[in-house]
C-alpha cells in the first residue's frame, strides 16, 4: 500500500503564506518596526540583495528604504521580501511551530497567540533575522 505524501511537500507556498502572515500578526501585535541606524549600509545591502539574484527591483526598494533611515513596520518588510527571503524567515519560523498540528493561517496564529513562550520565540527570531540579515534597528511601540 502506497503512503499519502506529507502534508509539506503538496502545501509549501500555501504554507509559507501562512507563515508569513503569522510572522506579520506576531510583529504587528507588538507594533514592531524596523530601521537601518548608518545611512551607506542601503548601498551594501542593495548590492547584496543584488548579488544573490534577488533583483535588482527589490533590491533598490530594500536600499531605497534603508538608506532614508526612517522606520517602517515590521510587517510591512515580511510581506515586501523577495520569495528566496521569505523562504529563509520560514525555515526558521517552522522550526519553532513544527510540533502544532494546523491548517491555515487564521488557526496558526490563534494558536501561536494563546502561547506567550511561542510569541516570543518567533519575536526573538524575527529580530535577529532584521538585524543579521537586513542590518536595521528593531524598535517596539509607536
Known amino acids: 500500500s502506497e503512503r499519502p505524501k506529507p502534508r509539506t511537500c503538496t502545501r509549501m507556498p500555501v504554507m509559507v503564506d501562512d507563515i508569513m502572515k503569522l510572522l506579520c500578526s506576531v510583529s504587528e501585535q ?41 522606520f517602517k513596520s515590521v510587517p510591512q518588510i515580511i510581506m515586501e521580501l523577495p520569495p528566496a527571503e521569505q523562504q529563509k524567515l520560514f525555515h526558521e ?21 494563546g502561547s506567550e513562550a511561542l510569541q516570543q520565540q518567533l519575536l526573538a527570531m524575527l529580530v535577529g533575522y532584521v538585524t543579521k540579515e537586513l542590518r536595521a534597528e528593531v524598535q517596539y511601540g509607536d
Open 93 to 113: 519560523a517552522t522550526a519553532i511551530v513544527r510540533h502544532l498540528d494546523w491548517t491555515d493561517a487564521v488557526q496558526l496564529t490563534a494558536l501561536v497567540m
Open 30 to 70: 507588538r507594533k514592531m518596526k524596523a530601521a537601518v541606524k548608518h545611512s551607506g549600509k542601503g548601498a551594501l545591502v542593495t548590492g547584496a540583495v543584488a548579488f544573490v539574484g534577488a533583483g535588482g527591483a527589490v533590491g533598490g526598494l530594500l536600499g531605497a528604504w534603508m538608506t532614508s533611515g526612517e
